[in-house]
């Protein structure tokens, strides 16, 4: 079974990411800052992460430019789930090398469309 890393300082965030990715069948990793997230991908190793941008301690941004940075995570699939709705926002969540950009509020099956096709590869 597939593991989501959902990063989001939000509670009410992740627990709706959260809901939506289980009741597809995924096992669902928590985060609530960056930090947490990078501590939590060397220890639990997810098949994907989503996150948000603002964040404490270590904004989104931070996160995947190490995650993509890292030759052992470089690979990870990362979607940005993020209320940054501007066209630079965008621009620059994948240029830190996100493999996705899904603005906040999200449909859910965009979401899920996103997630699944990422890990099919």
Request: aromatic share 4%; with cysteine.
């Amino acid at each position: 079974m597939n593991k989501v890393l959902v990063v989001d300082d939000s509670i009410t965030q992740r627990q709706l990411m959260s809901n939506v990715l289980e009741e597809s069948g995924l096992t669902v990793l928590i985060a609530t800052d960056g930090v947490e997230a990078l501590q939590q991908i060397e220890a639990t190793h997810p098949d994907i992460v989503v996150l948000d941008i603002i964040m404490p301690r270590m904004n989104g941004y931070e996160v995947c430019r190490k995650i993509k940075s890292d030759p052992g995570t470089q690979n990870l699939p990362v979607v940005i789930c993020s209320s940054k709705t501007e066209d630079f926002d965008r621009y620059w969540g994948m240029k830190q090398g996100a493999d996705a950009y899904l603005a906040k509020p999200f449909a859910v099956q965009e979401l899920l469309v996103t997630v699944k096709e990422l890990l099919a590869g």
